[in-house]
């Protein structure tokens, strides 16, 4: 029996349900189902024999979704009422017992928080997996040569191994990031009721216990009302797939023939369909280009509970495609962003030959000038020069007449061919952080203490 | 043959592969291939047996889409190379010679923008559909008077009819967004080859007028790189999904038991897990809730195109996603709001009865004045006291005194309570596309106008 | 001299220069500008009288922007170069000496950085006075009964300070948000040069100290591309501002003549230019409408972001302006929402009145069938069928007559008449979180505990 | 006098008032005061003297604005207050009729579309000067040959100018976009009053014809609640802005010393702070910067409108500062790209170079073996193996030895080392919109006619 008297229209139930995407909460409604069922016999609400009935009729469920045998029904609209539904035709009227002290509101939210915190606990794991493939990366190429880059010019030298490293660091924020996350699914909503708590004496710290949650929501109208984890989920994860974006995008021009820095497997590659010769960086391009599907799932999730009265409206069902597919999307980016760098090659030469270009010597010389008592701000004008005369004649730094030094500063002398022959511009980089090998090998040191397991 | 000496991982696969949303794109491939094919033999590029054999195996396919009976094979990374596979394997060699003067770059762009075109049309088609409802729902309550509301404050009485017309005249302008759509999806990209054009003599023009194209792509780097007709489409959907979430929003709130201004029909409303009498209206909820998630899309394949070097980029694969869901989110929309609209109720004494609010006629009283001689602001001066005055002694208006009267203006005189009691508020606001009758009429009018076909 | 022959365009000034909002890290560049000094003259760099001259300058230009007499020159492209210019006029040559050992790309983070971590303290603490206004105003009303809302639908009854403190909650998470944004700033990014560290060996650790940093970053190349913690700030005050625009919705919607459940003081309110009688809640819409530009500036930088190879790219410019305006909005609209709700009248008689709504305790007639053993979906069931029988009779609940009762249940009999006057319907939520009194005070007590400084 | 007690709160007015920006409507709105009032005079709404007093004073006004003279005063919320204010100060009582017959909604929503509606034909005629420096630039470098690229990777030769016309026609439809923007302001919603339209029989069509107006709102709700002007030219700002980053990548990358295919002008480039040879394409980066700043905006404005209930509310004063931005960055990007491109210098040596890489002939060896018969498939096959072979072999195709071919294919013979020999690639792409020199000439007389004044 219902208050109504139509069954809904086909183009509502078009809108309206969400059966086709949340079955993937399945498994948490059935966990929390048994956890709910076992609190309501303790505390005396259902018998002992309804519990057993309940709890048999959930297993065989959680046996069937595991098992890919349970079958949806024409009327089922997400996946609660389709889980109910089926512990009704196995239990017969215990099962209309399931939902005592109990609502979708809280259940619904209680499900979401589960599958983020199994998400955020996921992302950590693959973080750290891509994290230790990068290290190892660092540990292979340590001393290898390669031009550091600003505005995408040559700017200093610094070791490939230290480049590597600088992506293992974004990866510990994301690592902490996540688990931030998996801290705001603490509190239970589970108890809630629809908003106002309920009308039995149930024990909530009981079931928060059953289900891994740290705590029981304060209150019973936020709880219903809250997806504050699935907006830090979804911004964590965005980030997490900006850095995978810069790598990717770094790959992508690596690979290219003008800079020819790597070269990606064949089995992380792709071809053309009409041009026999090319070989794309196609992996490498879609972990640049799926970090503005993660960031538009935050917005849109923002968007939604922009101006939204409380306590749980329908709108907030609008939060479960944009999660499930960022999740999706983000653990298959960690992956192959793993596999994609398991599997590279760099190419020593190409790389060490950008990074003896001279000019990348200049701040090296200033500092020079600098240390024979020099203020910097005069050093890089005299150095300026320098290059500005060696660019318009079309010289390289070194092929520049002690004359032309002399007029430039008497303090430059032969010391300034031995600079640019000595191709120490990389070890006298010796500041804390910097791309020295001795500061690289401490910070190896460094991130692989940051990434052991806690 | 391949020039890679390894297949592909999973893991790329998993990233890489597209065939899981890309069918949806099947009946294009196959028709732009069927134009291709003619062209190819018409130019005396392949022979006529050829074309026949391409075209028969191309038929077949194009059945076996239809009827569902078309197989993907495990190497299927698009519905593109299924296709080939699939006529190569019902005609032999000759099948090889399908992607002649063609490349997947341009295959692509061309499809995607049929996908659009037929899409724009539908919106088109499913808007004019919503806004007639809307014509007819204003012609059935064309007196009803309500409150028309600014800041959610009742602000001056309106009719419903003129309220509904409002919602009209945002899909007559969706409509035209979406002809620009249609419009933007113009020129074929078809014959641009992999971005450089083909060697091979072919006829664009032909093509172009045979899968419904205006015109033919004047650059092959352009055609290959373009997603604008996507974005335009995006963005018209977005803006469509806006309108529609206004007036998801206004039915929420007057179907709440403060408004009572409606009642949806059962068929478009939905009940409680737990409360057993709850009617909630579902429906209006996610029509406002759809909106961010077609902005979402947009920004997305904003943020995917954002500084991508030209010509083809394998980002671009991620255009597809976002489009196929907008499009069916907006169709599913649309045809609810017509649904929910077409069954609704409106309750005639409670708009009738918040509309009789005589502060709503502070305005008039306000234009009494000016009529009388008084500058406006002065005129608003006089009347805000009174309803300070009025509010302070919790009195309405009309039980304000004549010595009251006289104090603030000697203007006012009985005038004043004759335009308290006169309920003509609404018929004074004579000015063009106000809410008197007459204007009413007019403007339903020329609102068939707009939406009679062209 | 530069290496440059022309000076730059007036057209790449107005694109280039970021003077106009960049000057507000005026204060953050001398502090760490008489940090780096410090250091520099410690570690041996720069002589002690050098440190003196330079620090005498900077004090200077510390005391000319707190007072606004600081000048700007025609050339200054952004607030670093001016004050270095401004520097050198004051101290002479040895004023080309502070930028050593330094660039201004590892100075921008560090500043950046800087004034992120003064705005989440900013944040926590204005976030904090808010919660306690609400806390406050939950004491002052705690019995207050009002009608709890699903999908605006009046669902079970609440009290108004059950209702109020769920925005603590919510605010109590966002103090928890800045938390983390203050240690994502934790590293300090001076000392990484213009990418690979520098050529002096500096002490980081000290200047961290004295800037109040916790530690040092560990990678030269992240440190200077990293903006992680300008993404997390953003992400906590878009989270922030949403909850707030939840809170002016629903104070919009209480504000109305429908529901009128509070008055606005008229300090928060505003007229209308036409109509007398308005008072309009600008100040609750403005608070709706503030939270989409906030997302809308996270956005913007995950655009900037995206596929950006390292290490440091012009692009990063575009981070300060969304953060700057992050920070005012956020900062304003807290204040706002806390002045708003310090003067805010809640109207007890049209809540309670609201609330009395019969329908409201449908759930716990359905309550009341399950204690007398009936299946909660059976009780549901019955009730409403009741709820539809007396809402096509237009009678209230306790208007049916017992053998109606009896014919949907023999289980209710008075029992049922009992529930409906009882009006204990808040009362019986005595689960945790619920909003039985007893309930909300120990709530309060949390509220009260949580919000402590720690 | 007005019905409020209190004066406004300071936090208030900080949230509330729109004068630091809206000052820039000032001059739309004398001008559509101006009109009003002449209208009203024609009508017999006010007099003929008091139509000139005021006509006169905002004369006055108009001239403090443009002079920089008009001075705010302290209680000035916005612009329109602020020029009643100063028309009462200089016109005496007269000033208080300005307003009749008007209100602050239908004027605002008034201003905004003139300000559009300017601004987008300030976009058009700098688009229309960028493409036209493009079609220059293509006439000046019209054969010099260069890579195009998909993925990245280097795919078939072009010629320079065959991309660089790319972008003009992404620029023709910008233009096609501004023109769909102009016409979207065409409605005027002056007249609709608060949203009912007003009390006197107005003549909104000639206000329409004095300010530039198509047509007359049809409906007044509609009139004050619409802002789809301003998401459409927000869409219309970021999809060029777009574009522009898309150019602004593509220079960052041929500036690089491993591109090296260009040159900007010192005037058009950055130095480093510390790094003395440093010559950064900040202006490049900047238009890469600016696209998710537009879209941004877009956002944050389908933000606020979305689920906003008719008709005017607070929220939509935030649909001013986004689009102001958008303009000032748009017309900025659109000169800057003019400005650096009119100063670029191409290498013509090392993009040629570039573009002799004989595996870029590979599509062309295929299409040698589908002339003589084979399938193209086929073909494909056929090269991809030789590609295979002289890549493992560390060979260029035209190494491979007469009996390597033969193995391949009996069909290749010596017309293969032609193909590679001819270097022929660009001028066998014939196909309409190709890159051989016939088919840019007519592209480039195509585009000037596109871009030709109507």
Redo the contacts between chains.
């Keep these: 029996?219902?208050?109504?008297?139509?069954?809904?229209?086909a183009?509502?139930r078009?809108?309206?349900d969400s059966i086709s995407f949340d079955w993937r909460l399945g498994p948490y409604d059935v966990q929390q189902s048994r956890a709910h069922v076992t609190m309501l016999a303790a505390q005396g609400i259902i018998t002992g024999p309804d519990r057993d009935a309940l709890d048999r009729a959930l297993g065989q469920v959680e046996h069937e979704l595991a098992s890919g045998s349970f079958e949806l029904a024409a009327g089922d609209e997400d996946i609660?009422?389709a889980i109910?539904r089926r512990v009704?035709a196995l239990s017969g009227?215990?099962?209309?017992?399931?939902?005592?002290?109990?609502?979708?509101?809280d259940q619904v939210a209680t499900e979401v928080a589960m599958f983020v915190r199994a998400h955020a606990h996921e992302a950590r794991t693959a973080a750290a997996r891509l994290a230790m493939t990068l290290v190892e990366l660092a540990e292979r190429h340590l001393d290898w040569p390669m031009?550091?880059?600003?505005?995408?010019?040559?700017?200093?030298?610094?070791y490939l191994s230290?480049?590597l490293?600088?992506?293992?660091?974004?990866l510990v924020?994301d690592r902490?990031?996540f688990r931030?996350v998996v801290?705001?699914t603490g509190p239970l909503p589970l108890?809630?009721?629809?908003?106002?708590?309920?009308?039995?004496?149930?024990d909530?710290?009981f079931v928060a216990r059953e289900l891994g949650f740290a705590s029981?929501?304060?209150?019973?109208?936020?709880?219903?009302?809250?997806r504050?984890f699935v907006?830090?989920y979804l911004?964590a994860a965005?980030?997490c797939a900006?850095h995978l974006?810069?790598l990717?995008?770094?790959i992508?021009?690596w690979?290219?023939?003008?800079?020819g820095f790597c070269r990606l497997?064949?089995?992380?590659?792709?071809?053309?369909?009409?041009?026999?010769?090319?070989?794309?960086?196609?992996?490498a391009?879609?972990?640049?280009?799926?970090?503005?599907?993660l960031?538009?799932?935050?917005?849109?999730?923002?968007?939604?509970?922009?101006?939204?009265?409380?306590?749980?409206?329908?709108?907030?069902?609008?939060d479960k495609?944009?999660l499930f597919d960022a999740a999706d999307t983000l653990e298959?980016?960690l992956?192959?962003a793993?596999?994609?760098l398991a599997?590279i090659t760099f190419d020593r030469e190409r790389m060490e030959a950008?990074a003896s270009?001279e000019?990348?010597a200049?701040?090296?010389?200033?500092?020079l000038l600098?240390r024979r008592g020099?203020?910097?701000?005069?050093?890089?004008?005299?150095?300026?020069?320098?290059?500005?005369t060696a660019?318009q004649q079309g010289k390289s730094l070194s092929d520049l007449a002690p004359d032309q030094l002399e007029a430039a500063s008497p303090l430059l002398g032969d010391a300034f061919y031995e600079v640019l022959a000595g191709h120490a511009w990389?070890e006298?980089?010796?500041?804390?952080?910097?791309?020295?090998l001795e500061?690289i090998r401490q910070?190896l040191r460094?991130?692989r203490a940051a990434l052991a397991p806690a």
Tied chains: 1, 2, 3, 4.
């Design positions: 029996m219902s208050r109504f008297s139509q069954p809904p229209e183009g509502f078009r809108l309206n609660h009422m109910e009704g009227a215990v099962g209309g017992k399931l939902h005592t002290a109990r609502t979708r509101n031009p550091g880059y600003t505005h995408l010019q040559r700017a200093q030298p610094v230290h480049h490293l600088a992506y293992v660091w974004m924020r902490a990031r931030h801290d705001a108890g809630a009721g629809a908003l106002a708590g309920v009308n039995f004496d149930t909530r710290a029981v929501s304060e209150n019973s109208i936020d709880a219903v009302s809250n504050d907006l830090d911004a965005a980030t900006t974006s810069r990717g995008s770094e992508v021009l690979s290219s023939s003008e800079f497997a064949d089995a992380w590659a792709s071809g053309s369909s009409i041009m026999p010769q090319k070989k794309n960086p196609d992996a391009e879609l972990l640049r280009a799926k970090a503005p599907r960031t538009a799932h935050l917005v849109a999730l923002y968007g939604v509970l922009h101006g939204l009265p409380l306590t749980y409206n329908k709108d907030m069902q609008e495609e944009p298959t980016c992956a192959a793993h596999g994609m599997s950008a270009d000019l990348l200049a701040t090296d010389v200033a500092d600098v020099m203020p910097f701000r005069a050093a890089h004008g005299v150095v300026a020069g320098l290059v500005r660019v990389l006298s980089k010796v500041s804390e952080g910097g791309t020295s500061r910070q460094r991130a």
